[in-house]
């Protein structure tokens, strides 16, 4: 669907993005992660055709962006980090213009507005002037702007930012609803919202691909032992004793103690053993009851600090 | 390009900006009008040449939103990845602001309308005067886009439309104090000498196509600089 290749920008002597690769499946949604600064922008704006690229070709749906502009135009829609939106013009109006910005049928036009409003629920705010609305609604008109037209291919650019928590989750349960029947590119330095929405993660820094994978596999892959919160109730010595004998652990540390008999330990061990069942055993061998046992995986947060901390070692 | 235009014109009168503009020119051409009625003075082409001096000041004003504006708010990403060219784009603002200056010029006829009833006849020279009123004010239109496309500062953007057409009118006094090759040249540049032949009720094609290709050149720059910024920044 959207092909990336060998894709660099230069501003000067300064890469702003350097020989990105990859690709986008149909209906997939793609998180695109990084620090501020990293090029997450300048690859959006190169993919929707804003500014060009200094090297490397932008396929869409088979359309080369220099060559074919208008075709790769008509498939995308597009949210920038600023929501580009008239202050000037009720927010029907200023779909409507979108709408004949993007030659939408005059006839479909009307109903697919209405649909359109009603799926990011602006319908209420249609008569109002955009620059009196909320950071939230404004979004939201930038949202529906980029759907207008149904495009094929989706680029949102931060599309969660300054917004309060209940409008994330909806916002994020929308682009999750969107996914199902478009091709989705969101750019977030926010990871819980990529690992929640996104298929695939492509996580960059300074201009280049630091990883690319799914969430899930991100975070196996850099786990190197699988890591248990476990919180029992008994005396301290004995507990530890008792968890150091259990096959595969190799370590046990960090109790935090919440009550002089309650205390909550960190077990580290084999990655490819599970050592809560022996656990509960255990513990119930000695009479110790488990008050909370979680495991303790690697968040994405943690590979993403991992990964772009690497990076600067080499750089 | 009729959707921009369409919201162009709409913005135009839906902010104060084109009745400002509208405003000023009428207040400031009846200012000289008075001395029609008062001098008894029937002829009024030597107004729409004083009015001609106006528009330098009040056309960057009316033009220098156009782009600016949108490279600022962020709306210039929407349209540039809309699929319509940029040239479509940039002539839509054009036409917008130009229909706002023909408003003006509609509304300027209220003085000849005047003087004619006192007796002063419609004489072809009025509508040469008007026809060349007409044309260089498109290349007043197209000289305020230009400007408007090379800064996000609406107020820069004003400040140069006016300075340049000042610039230009000055051309005309200057290229005769040259005189030789130099004033020539000069000569070709100035928009306002070629005024001169209207306002005699001329109508000479070349300098009909003078103004057509001044004001298709600054559109055909404006396309140019921005599709230029493209390359260059983000």
């Not at chain 2, 020279?125 to 007409?134: P, R």
Request: some cysteine; charged content about 20%.
């Amino acid at each position: 669907m959207i092909e990336i290749l060998n894709l660099t920008k230069k501003y000067g002597q300064i890469n702003a993005v350097k020989n990105l690769n990859f690709t986008v499946e149909k209906g997939e949604i793609l998180g695109f992660l990084g620090p501020n600064g990293a090029g997450k922008s300048t690859t959006m704006n190169i993919v929707t055709g804003f500014i060009s690229s200094t090297e490397g070709t932008v396929k869409v749906c088979g359309y080369d962006i220099m060559e074919n502009p208008k075709e790769v135009k008509k498939r995308i829609g597009y949210l920038p980090e600023q929501p580009p939106l008239y202050f000037d013009m009720t927010v029907k109006d200023y779909l409507s213009f979108s709408a004949d910005l993007k030659q939408v049928d005059k006839k479909k036009k009307q109903s697919q507005l209405s649909d359109i409003m009603e799926l990011v629920q602006i319908t209420h705010v249609k008569d109002r002037l955009i620059k009196n609305l909320s950071k939230g609604y404004k979004q939201r008109v930038g949202m529906a702007q980029s759907l207008i037209g149904n495009p094929e291919v989706l680029i949102l650019d931060e599309p969660t930012v300054g917004l309060d928590p209940k409008q994330i989750i909806e916002i994020r349960k929308l682009i999750k609803a969107l996914g199902k029947d478009h091709t989705v590119i969101l750019s977030s330095h926010i990871l819980p919202e990529v690992s929640a929405v996104c298929d695939r993660v492509v996580i960059i820094n300074k201009g280049e691909i630091a990883a690319i994978d799914t969430p899930e596999n991100l975070s196996k892959g850099f786990e190197s032992a699988s890591k248990l919160s476990v919180t029992v109730a008994g005396p301290k010595g004995s507990v530890i004793n008792s968890i150091r004998n259990i096959y595969g652990v190799k370590h046990v540390d960090d109790h935090i103690e919440k009550d002089k008999d309650i205390i909550s330990y960190v077990i580290e061990s084999d990655k490819d053993v599970d050592v809560r069942r022996p656990l509960f055993f255990a513990m119930s061998k000695l009479g110790y009851p488990i008050l909370e046992l979680k495991s303790m995986d690697l968040t994405l947060e943690d590979i993403f600090l991992q990964v772009t901390t690497e990076e600067k070692e080499v750089g | 390009m009729l959707a921009i235009f369409k919201r162009e014109l709409k913005a135009y009168f839906l902010s104060p900006i084109a009745y400002v503009c509208i405003g000023l020119f009428i207040a400031v051409s009846s200012f000289f009008f008075w001395g029609n009625l008062t001098g008894g003075n029937g002829d009024f082409n030597s107004n729409l040449s004083i009015m001609n001096f106006i528009l330098i000041l009040i056309v960057p004003i009316l033009t220098m939103k156009l782009l600016a504006e949108d490279r600022k708010n962020g709306t210039e990403v929407m349209l540039v990845t809309s699929p319509v060219k940029l040239s479509s784009i940039v002539i839509g603002k054009y036409l917008a602001a130009f229909v706002v200056f023909l408003c003006m010029t509609v509304i300027s006829l209220i003085y000849p309308i005047i003087l004619s009833g006192f007796g002063s006849k419609f004489t072809m020279q009025l509508v040469g005067g008007y026809i060349g009123f007409i044309l260089l004010g498109a290349c007043f239109v197209a000289f305020g886009l230009f400007a408007s496309s090379l800064s996000e500062n609406q107020i820069i953007s004003a400040v140069v439309g006016v300075v340049g057409l000042l610039l230009m009118y000055l051309l005309q006094s200057m290229s005769t104090s040259f005189g030789g090759v130099l004033g020539t040249v000069l000569g070709w540049l100035s928009i306002f000498s070629r005024y001169n032949d209207f306002d005699g009720g001329l109508l000479n094609l070349s300098n009909i196509v003078y103004y057509f290709s001044f004001t298709a050149i600054f559109i055909f720059i404006t396309v140019r600089i921005i599709e230029k910024r493209r390359w260059s920044q983000g």
